[in-house]
């Protein structure tokens, strides 16, 4: 099955800092990315995606960038804010099926 | 629109009673899925249903089972609950084009 390797586990940046998180996969058949982000105590909520026919999706401060070659995919946040502290998840799919997730990586943005 | 809805939010089972966790989703999604979220260890998938009849296991199905009960509706049974069982479930469902979208969650607790 895929697997999903997601590095770094926790980050800790200054405020108005850059953020980046990884996420490695073995299918790649995988043609789906989401991302989600998960405050304590709440759900995980998508946050921004991509399609395995795109290189590079932005969304205001966030941006997803895929390397379908090496199987890999980041989280860009830039200009980070102490309400961007989080657990951010990576997820993979080839299909509209089942979602795979990595372990997450815990963002805290301190001011 | 609700989204995603799963009941209860808490529980607290002795170890060797029995529940059933609740979700209905009104997007008219297709699949529909069951997670445990335990710390450190990322969302694993329990169970899922790619369409309403259908149903297949996931990473961590011992222990579960589950009823596609129409396309709006998915439940999760614990028969006879263990300390193991003890984690946050998330209900979730997707409609093809995009990620899953999550419910609330169940905090349960086996004692």
């Known amino acids: 099955g895929e697997n999903v390797e997601q590095h770094p586990s926790t980050l800790s940046v200054q405020e108005g800092d850059s953020a980046v998180i990884k996420c490695t996969y073995s299918d790649s058949a995988s043609n789906y990315f989401p991302w989600y982000k998960q405050e304590l105590g709440k759900r995980p909520q998508l946050i921004i995606d991509i399609r395995s026919n795109v290189g590079e999706k932005k969304d205001q401060r966030i941006a997803v960038t895929l390397n379908k070659t090496a199987k890999h995919f980041s989280l860009h946040i830039t200009e980070t804010q102490p309400e961007d502290s989080a657990v951010y998840f990576c997820?993979?799919?080839?299909?509209?099926?089942?979602?795979?997730f990595g372990k997450g990586t815990m963002l805290l943005v301190s001011p | 629109n609700a989204g995603v809805t799963q009941t209860p939010k808490f529980q607290v089972l002795k170890t060797g009673q029995s529940m059933t966790l609740q979700c209905a989703q009104d997007m008219n999604h297709n699949s529909m899925y069951w997670y445990r979220q335990d710390p450190g260890m990322g969302l694993r998938l329990i169970y899922y249903?790619?369409?309403?009849?259908?149903?297949d296991k996931g990473e961590v199905p011992n222990g579960y089972n589950v009823s596609r009960l129409n396309k709006r509706e998915f439940s999760l049974r614990l028969e006879s609950a263990a300390p193991s069982q003890t984690s946050v479930y998330f209900c979730?469902?997707?409609?093809?084009?995009?990620?899953?979208?999550f419910g609330q969650g169940t905090r349960l607790t086996v004692v």
């Open positions: 979730a469902s997707s409609g093809g084009d995009r990620g899953a979208f």
């Open positions: 997820a993979v799919t080839s299909g509209y099926s089942t979602l795979t």
């Open positions: 249903s790619a369409s309403e009849g259908t149903t």
